[in-house]
Structures are given as structure tokens and as C-alpha cells.
T-cell receptor, first 121, second 110 residues
Framework: GAVVSQHPSWVICKSGTSVKIECRSL??????MFWYRQFPKQSLMLMAT?????????EQGVEKDKFLINHASLTLSTLTVTSAHPEDSSFYIC?????????????????FGPGTRLTVT | GDSVTQMEGPVTLSEEAFLTINCTYT??????LFWYVQYPGEGLQLLLK?????DKGSNKGFEATYRKETTSFHLEKGSVQVSDSAVYFC?????????FGAGTRLTVKP
């Protein structure tokens, strides 16, 4: 259980175009989802936290108009990189928390997706 | 604020060697602690976890004990294999979001 998928697993796009990445919780309801960015050989940087049905909360320094996050349902969150540029090339990872209360053994545990590698040419 | 400090890498070991990756944390509350592993080109996989002081998390031969007195959660394995080569992240969670260490790259040579 507690599986999170991401789609696509990799994408190449041209500079100036927009790219949408999907994050789905497959077997649980994710009231909260997180988006991380990871540069090569570096740790994960939290970009934003999204709660189902409300606006995402962005970390300092993350442009909310560039990285649009939508969490319209309890199983789906999307990250849209608008007007992508080469510097947006990175590995994007989402995670989700189980909001059902069934998994009470670990407070605030997150389940991670496999990541999406974005390359902007 | 909450933070995690991990041992600097990279770490290179021979097969069957003993592994320790140090992790210490700073938190105002009582966080849950985690070790994640990331293989090349992949996302994070939960390796083990502990929720309270003196808890020991274990999985696939890896162990880590939640030490409140030293605010540590060191990762150990008695005999590493080539397949253990990966990046290991220590993390804590005392709020809805999670804080990660910088990651330690482990390479195990045959």
C-alpha cells in the first residue's frame, strides 16, 4: 500500500513551453501533497505544500507564477512549469501524506513518487 | 528551526565492510526520524523509520536507533553489498513537511 505515481517519468521540452507533471496517490487519499526539486548530487528542496481544495503554500524563493500547483482531488496533484527555461531542468519529486487516519503508526510520514526528470532545451 | 545534519560523503567501502552514516538532528518537538535511499535516476524509497526515543528501525540489514540524548539517528549495516551503492538521506518530520539531510553517497566495490 501507500503507492504514489508520477507521470511522466521524464520529459524533454523546448524553452518557452509549459510542462505538466502529475502526482497520484494510488491506494490512499492524500490530503496533503508536497513538491520537491532535486539538483544533481544534491538533497531535496521543498518547493511547495498543497492541501486538497486550497491554494498551495510555496517556500521562500519559489516563484508561484512559474510553478503552478493544483490539488483538485484527494488523489491528484499537478505541477505545471510555465514558460520553462534550461535552468528549470531538474528532477522533480512529489510526495503525499495519508489523510485518512488509517496509518497512525508514524506521524507525518510521507510517501514519495518515483520522480520526473525535466530537461529544457 | 528543525534541521538534519548528515555525514559528508562520498563513502567508498569494500564489499562486506561495516557501514556507519552519521545523522544528527535539531528539533523543538518530538520528531519522527527516517532514512531514505535513492538509487540512480530514481525517487526516494523509505529504508527505515523510528517514531520515539530508543526505537530501532531496521530493514534489509540496515539499522538505526533514535537517540534523544545525543539527538542522533545513525545508519549502520554490518556487511554491505555492491547493491547497496546509492545515496542515503536522513530526514525528520515534526510537522506536515519533512526536513532532509544533504545526502551521503555510498559506493561499495567488489
Amino acid at each position: 500500500g501507500a503507492v504514489v505515481s508520477q507521470h511522466p517519468s521524464w520529459v524533454i521540452c523546448k524553452s518557452g513551453t509549459s510542462v505538466k507533471i502529475e502526482c497520484r496517490s494510488l491506494d490512499f487519499q492524500a490530503t496533503t501533497m508536497f513538491w520537491y526539486r532535486q539538483f544533481p548530487k544534491q538533497s531535496l528542496m521543498l518547493m511547495a505544500t498543497s492541501n486538497e481544495g486550497s491554494k498551495a503554500t510555496y517556500e521562500q524563493g519559489v516563484e508561484k507564477d512559474k510553478f503552478l500547483i493544483n490539488h483538485a482531488s484527494l488523489t491528484l496533484s499537478t505541477l505545471t512549469v510555465t514558460s520553462a527555461h534550461p535552468e528549470d531542468s531538474s528532477f522533480y519529486i512529489c510526495s503525499a501524506r495519508d489523510g485518512s487516519g488509517r496509518r497512525l503508526d508514524v506521524r507525518y510520514e510521507q510517501y514519495f513518487g518515483p520522480g520526473t526528470r525535466l530537461t529544457v532545451t | 528551526g528543525d534541521s538534519v545534519t548528515q555525514m559528508e560523503g562520498p563513502v567508498t567501502l569494500s564489499e562486506e565492510a561495516f557501514l556507519t552514516i552519521n545523522c544528527t538532528y535539531t528539533a523543538t518537538g518530538y520528531p519522527s526520524l527516517f532514512w531514505y535511499v535513492q538509487y540512480p535516476g530514481e525517487g526516494l524509497q523509505l529504508l527505515l523509520k523510528a517514531t520515539k526515543a530508543d526505537d530501532k528501525g531496521s530493514n534489509k540489514g540496515f539499522e538505526a536507533t533514535y537517540r534523544k540524548e545525543t539527538t542522533s539517528f545513525h545508519l549502520e549495516k554490518g556487511s554491505v553489498q555492491v547493491s547497496d551503492s546509492a545515496v542515503y538521506f536522513c530526514a525528520l518530520s515534526d510537522r506536515p513537511d519533512m526536513r532532509f539531510g544533504a545526502g551521503t553517497r555510498l559506493t561499495v566495490k567488489p
